[in-house]
C-alpha cells in the first residue's frame, strides 16, 4: 500500500450553521483503466473479479461488498476499499491481467477526503466549483475543478458530498472551504 503522506489527520476543519467540513478516515482507493467491450475488453470479468459490477456511464456510481466504484471517463474508474480489503481487490485484479491488460494503481496515499455537508453545502462548493454543482446528482461524481485544483467529487445527498483532492493540495482546499463557511454562516446570522 502506499504511504500516506498528508499533512491533514482526520479532524473537523470547520462546523458552522452553513456547513461541516471534516477531513476523512483513510481509505484504500485504486485507480483502474480497462477496456470496454467497445473496445475490445470485457468489464464483466473485472467486475466479476472485484464483485461489484463497474458503471459505464460517465459520473455513475456502484457500490458493493464493501467496494464502491466511481466511474470518470470512458475507460476509467476510482475505486473506493477498505484498508483491509484493498490487497484482496489489487490481487484478483492483478490475476485477470494476462487475459485481460489493464492499468490498475493503488493510489490510497495520493488523496485526502473532505465530507462536506450542511444546508449550504452546493453554496459553499459554488465559491470555488468550475461547474454548477447541481448538475452533478444524488448519488453521482464527477472530475472536476475547485479553485484551479483537480478534484473529484462524490455527491451522497443534497447536502452530503465527497471531496477527494491531492495532498499537495489539501490545506489550501481545507482553508478555501473553512474561509467559504464562515461568511456563509454569518451571512445566516
Not at 8 to 27: E, G, N
Not at 62 to 74: N, Q, S
Not at 123 to 146: C, E, M, P, Y
Request: with cysteine.
Amino acid at each position: 500500500m502506499s504511504k500516506h503522506i498528508s499533512s491533514l489527520a482526520p479532524s473537523v476543519v470547520v462546523d458552522t450553521a452553513a456547513a461541516r467540513v471534516a477531513v476523512s478516515q483513510l481509505i484504500g482507493r485504486i485507480s483502474l483503466r480497462a477496456r470496454t467491450q467497445e473496445t475490445g475488453g470485457d468489464l464483466s470479468a473485472v467486475s466479476k473479479a472485484i464483485g461489484l459490477v463497474l458503471p459505464t456511464q460517465i459520473g455513475t456510481r456502484a457500490k458493493a461488498e464493501g467496494i464502491e466504484a466511481a466511474c470518470l471517463g470512458p475507460d476509467e474508474w476510482t475505486l473506493l476499499v477498505s484498508l483491509e480489503q484493498i490487497e484482496k481487490v489489487e490481487d484478483a485484479l492483478a490475476a485477470l491481467y494476462p487475459s485481460l491488460p489493464h492499468s490498475m494503481t493503488e493510489i490510497t496515499g495520493r488523496e485526502v477526503t473532505f465530507t462536506i455537508e450542511g444546508p449550504q453545502t452546493p453554496d459553499l462548493l459554488s465559491i470555488g466549483l468550475a461547474r454548477d454543482v447541481n448538475s452533478i446528482k444524488v448519488g453521482q461524481a464527477r472530475r472536476t475543478l475547485f479553485d484551479g485544483a483537480t478534484v473529484t467529487l462524490w455527491r451522497d445527498s443534497e447536502t452530503s458530498f465527497r471531496m477527494d483532492v491531492w495532498n499537495s493540495f489539501a490545506p489550501f482546499l481545507a482553508t478555501t472551504l473553512e474561509t467559504g463557511a464562515k461568511e456563509l454562516a454569518a451571512e445566516l446570522a
